[in-house]
């Protein structure tokens, strides 16, 4: 077996990641950006931790969040790179009040 079979079987088995070229350095912007929303902070953290090594377990406790959230975000970065951190944006959120009821009633005359 080749070093680098040997080590493509280490990564998949271990569940380690490389970063991608540069992105260490994003993630780490991204984190010290004051002005970064607190939940993409805690995707790059999520992503650095576990670059490191750290196991995702210990990277759940670290963030504060549940194992599988780690799960997600280390895959929407294995999938999309830094943009995969970023929020998503949302459709417009369901209207509370139908338009039948909103929609101005006659008057009712009175008896």
């Given amino acids: 077996m ?18 991608a070229a540069g992105d260490r350095a994003g993630l780490r ?3 010290n950006n004051l002005g970064a929303p ?11 931790w576990h670059a490191e090594g750290r196991q995702k377990k ?3 406790e670290l963030a504060g969040v549940s194992r599988p959230t780690v799960d ?5 970065y ?6 995969g951190l ?8 369901r209207e509370q009040v139908t338009a039948s009821i ?3 009633q006659p008057a009712q005359p009175r008896r």
């Fill in 86 to 93: 970023l929020d998503r944006p949302r459709g417009a959120g």
């Fill in 2 to 19: 080749s070093l680098l079979a040997l080590h493509q079987l280490v990564v998949v088995l271990s569940g380690w990641m490389e970063l």
């Fill in 29 to 31: 912007a991204l984190v």
């Fill in 38 to 48: 607190a939940t993409v902070v805690t995707r790059a953290r999520i992503v650095l």
């Fill in 102 to 104: 909103r929609a101005p």
């Fill in 78 to 83: 294995r999938e999309e790179g830094l943009a």
């Fill in 72 to 76: 997600l975000w280390l895959g929407r």
């Fill in 58 to 60: 210990q990277v759940a």
